[in-house]
C-alpha cells in the first residue's frame, strides 16, 4: 500500500491513519504534570489511547514528555501552539503532531518543514485553500458548531474533494455521530471526557467510564443478522419459507442465501462457521476493528471487503463464537 513513499512520509500518513481509527482525539489542558500519566492511563484504559496536550497552561511541556515516556501506547500531540518556540518544545517533548487554534501560515510551515504532522485550524474556505496550497488534506475545523457544524463541512466537501476535517469546538457524546457519520471525517476533537475537574480531581474512573461510553457511541454495535448453515438450497428455502409464515417476515431470496426478513439469512451450503454466521453492524467497520484489536481481538485479513474508496466493508473475526463465525458490516 505505502510501496515506494519515502519514510518520513509513511511516518506521517500512519499517524494520520491512527488519528481515523481512533476516532475520537481528547483535548487535555493539564496544570500538573504529576496527573499526566495516570490521566493518560484512565484514557487507555476507557479506549482512547490518544491526547492534544494544550500549550495553554505551563505543565503542557512537561505532561507531553511524561506520557511519551511511561505511556507508550498512546498517541500525543500538542494543541494551540502558537508560536514557533511552543512548537519546538513540544517536538522536542516527544509530540507526534501539532494543532493550532487557527491558520497561521509561518507556523504551519514551521511545522510541516520539520516533518511533523500538522493540522491548523480552519473556519473558511480562505483559510483551507491556504492550507491546501501547502500540502495538507487534513486540517482542523474550529470552533466546529459556532461555525456552522457538519451541516458547513458537508457543503465544502464538494469543491474541496481531498481535504478532511478534525472538528473540534461544541463536540460531544450527544452530537459526535453527526460528523463522524460523515466520510470526510478524521475523528473528532473535545474535552467533555476530560473536563477540568475530573482532573483536578483525579476521577480517572470517571474519566475512564466517559472515555468508553464515547466509543460505544461511536463503534454503534448492533445485531445485523444471523446466518443459518442449511445443508442444501431446499433446506434454506423450507427453513426460510417456514419463518415467514411464523413471523409475518418477507421473504426474499437471492444467489446463496434466502431472507427471512432482515434478521435471519438461510445460507444453500454451508458457510464459515460449524453453524453458521452472527453479523454484527457498526458505524465504521475499519474504526471498529481498531478498537476491538486494542481489547484482543484478532481477524481473518482474507475475508476484508472494501469499498471503491478502500473502507472496509466486512470482515470475519478470526475466532468462532459457539459454532458461529462472527464478521463486522457496516451499517
Known sequence: ?????????LNLMQISEQIFKIGIIPVI????????????????KGGLPAAEVTFRTAAAEEAIRRIVA????????????????QADRAIAAGSQFIVSPGFNPEITRYVLDKGVVMMPGTATPGEMEQAMSMGLDVVKFFPAEQN?????????????????????GGVNTKNMMDYL???????????????K?????????EITRICKEAVKTMLGFSLAHVGINCADEAQAEQTAKTLCALFDLEYKPGNSSIFAGSA?????????????????????????VYHLGLRGVTFDESSRKTDAKGSTKAIYLKDELAGFAVHLVKK
Open 148 to 168: 456552522g457544524g457538519v451541516a458547513k463541512l458537508k457543503a465544502l466537501a464538494g469543491p474541496y474533494t481531498n481535504l478532511r476535517w478534525m472538528p473540534t
Open 70 to 85: 511511561e505511556v507508550p501506547d498512546m498517541l500525543v500531540g500538542a494543541g494551540t501552539v502558537l508560536t514557533k518556540e
Open 181 to 195: 457519520g460523515f466520510d470526510r471525517i478524521i475523528a473528532c476533537g473535545g474535552t467533555w471526557m476530560v473536563k
Open 197 to 205: 475537574d475530573l482532573i483536578e480531581g483525579e476521577q480517572w474512573d
Open 1 to 9: 500500500m505505502f510501496r515506494n513513499i519515502k519514510k518520513e512520509t
Open 264 to 288: 435471519v439469512e438461510c445460507n444453500k451450503a454451508p458457510g464459515r462457521g460449524a453453524n453458521g454466521h452472527i453479523a454484527i453492524g457498526t458505524n465504521n467497520v475499519d474504526r471498529a
Open 29 to 44: 489542558a493539564i496544570d500538573d504534570a504529576d496527573k499526566a500519566v495516570p490521566l493518560a492511563k484512565a484514557l487507555v
